[in-house]
T-cell receptor, first 114, second 113 residues
Framework: DAKTTQPTSMDCAEGRAANLPCNHS???????VYWYRQIHSQGPQYIIH???NNETNEMASLIITEDRKSSTLILPHATLRDTAVYYC???????????????FGKGTKLSVIP | NAGVTQTPKFRILKIGQSMTLQCAQD?????MYWYRQDPGMGLKLIYY???????DKGEVPNGYNVSRSTTEDFPLRLELAAPSQTSVYFC????????????FGDGTRLSIL
């Protein structure tokens, strides 16, 4: 099972880009990388996912290195509402096709500072 | 579109009591999951379901039961509540496409005293 490594915490000034790194050196060739965040013990919120190409949506951008051993989540203009714990996840399939377990580590606590 | 709805949001139980945590989704998702999150820790999978009538154990199933009589609902049952089951419980679902992300409810905060 692929494991991920993230820094425990990061600070970012409001309005600046927040770049959150993740290492997943044991990822297999067909596994996607997912990013979620959790604000104040609310339910995890899906942000973005990708396989090998860079991805962008209305929330964030995801940059995956060519060897797929690491990725970076970019919040282009961080706001105070982006203060949360961010999780980088490589999912683990369960027995049913299409179902999978998300293994959340401790994530990165991002603090956006005014 | 409500997404994944969990009820109740908070509950306090006495040791030995039983209760059912409700989870419903309106996205016609086949796959549904129950996770628990202990303070300062990540989520652990309790049970999951790949469709109506089909359920299977996850990482930490002891002390829990589930059923899936409809596509929409996936209740989690605690039969004999124990202090070790004090946690926040999250329900999630995803669609048939294997790469679709899981979407989570807002959780049920359960304390057992």
């Amino acid at each position: 099972d692929a494991k991920t490594t993230q820094p425990t915490s990061m600070d970012c000034a409001e309005g600046r880009a927040a770049n959150l790194p993740c290492n997943h050196s044991t990822i297999s060739g067909n596994e996607y990388v997912y990013w979620y965040r959790q604000i104040h013990s609310q339910g995890p919120q899906y942000i973005i996912h990708g396989l090998k190409n860079n991805e962008t949506n209305e929330m964030a951008s995801l940059i995956i290195t060519e060897d797929r051993k690491s990725s970076t989540l970019i919040l282009p203009h961080a706001t105070l509402r982006d203060t949360a714990v961010y999780y980088c996840i490589v999912r683990i399939p369960t027995s049913g096709a299409g179902s999978y377990q998300l293994t959340f580590g401790k994530g990165t606590k991002l603090s956006v500072i005014p | 579109n409500a997404g994944v709805t969990q009820t109740p949001k908070f509950r306090i139980l006495k040791i030995g009591q039983s209760m059912t945590l409700q989870c419903a989704q309106d996205m016609n998702h086949n796959y549904m999951y129950w996770y628990r999150q202990d303070p300062g820790m990540g989520l652990k999978l309790i049970y999951y379901s790949v469709g109506a009538g089909i359920t299977d154990k996850g990482e930490v199933p002891n002390g829990y039961n589930v059923s899936r009589s409809t596509t929409e609902d996936f209740p989690l049952r605690l039969e004999l509540a124990a202090p070790s089951q004090t946690s926040v419980y999250f329900c999630a679902s995803n669609g048939r496409n294997i790469n679709q992300p899981q979407h989570f409810g807002d959780g049920t905060r359960l304390s057992i005293l």
